[in-house]
């Protein structure tokens, strides 16, 4: 599955405290390869039990740098690095509004909300409905009863709690859906897989006065998005 070798299906055995030391030691790991530096970040990813978020059968591969298979149409958790990979170029910080599209697990929202705190919003959306339930039963679960979550096609974004400071597309694209660009602040920045000629370059876009300016951080592998700017051949009958 999208070039990854998915470990095999299997009951969970770890402790809370054997998924604890290994959430410990992923973030020391993180930190040594210089892809986490914000100590709010930091924070988040050594708080939110990844372990919780993740299916029975592969719950036991929770801090493993693979995507794992959840309910739905190719949906995926991506793997642990993957959220300062997207967090710490889009300058995820407190007090900020932010869209993510694509809500998977719900993990992703939840390391969110820790690092946007109080005075911060975290809006979700989400196309597949059998992705969207799993998702919200972790978040509330996990006792993150106030992240916005939205059943619907999120190239549309969500007009409603615009603008956004910061968005994260964590599904490809061949272009931004404009709507997302228009729902985002001035002075706000975007993050997303971007289809390439090879592969897909995970780029940030930044908005200004006079207009978006964009920086690749580096190749990435994500599921595609669907919906109306889906990518061409994966459209929604
Ligand atoms: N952020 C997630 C990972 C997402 S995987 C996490 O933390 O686990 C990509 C997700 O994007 C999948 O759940 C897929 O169903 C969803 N998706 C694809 N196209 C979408 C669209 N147009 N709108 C909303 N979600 C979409």
Redesign the pocket.
């Known amino acids: 599955m999208y070039g990854w070798q998915i470990p095999p299906p299997k009951k969970s055995s770890k402790s809370a405290e054997a998924f604890a030391r290994e959430r410990r030691e992923k973030v020391a790991w993180l930190m040594k390869k210089g892809l986490l530096k914000s100590e709010r970040i930091r924070r988040a990813l050594l708080k939110v039990p990844r372990e919780d978020?993740i299916p029975e059968a592969y719950r036991d591969y929770a801090y493993l740098e693979v995507?794992l298979p959840?309910p739905?149409?190719?949906?995926?958790?991506?793997c642990p690095h993957?959220?300062p990979l997207f967090y710490e170029p889009l300058g995820l910080d407190q007090g900020h509004r932010f869209l993510?599209?694509?809500?998977?697990?719900?993990?992703?929202?939840a390391?969110a909300r820790e690092v946007v705190g109080d005075e911060g919003l975290v809006v979700?959306?989400?196309?597949?409905p059998l992705?969207?339930a799993y998702?919200k039963a972790n978040l509330e679960r996990a006792g993150y009863r106030d992240v916005v979550l939205i059943r619907?096609?999120?190239?549309?974004g969500y007009p409603k709690l615009q603008p956004y400071d910061r968005i994260?597309m964590?599904?490809a694209c061949t272009e931004i859906?404009p709507p997302l660009l228009e729902q985002l602040a001035v002075g706000g920045r975007l993050i997303a897989p971007v289809i390439g000629a090879i592969g897909q370059d995970l780029t940030v876009f930044e908005k200004s006065a006079t207009g978006i300016s964009q920086k690749l951080v580096c190749n990435v592998l994500?599921?595609?998005?669907?919906?109306?700017?889906?990518v061409l051949g994966e459209q929604e009958s």
Not at 124 to 128: A, Q, R
Not at 222 to 230: A, E, H, P
């Open positions: 978020f995507p959840l739905g149409v190719a949906a995926t958790i991506s993957s959220y993510e599209v694509g809500l998977g697990s719900g993990y992703g929202a390391v979700s959306i989400e196309i597949d992705t969207f998702a619907a096609d999120g190239g549309l994260a964590t599904a859906p994500y599921v595609n998005l669907r919906g109306q700017y889906g």
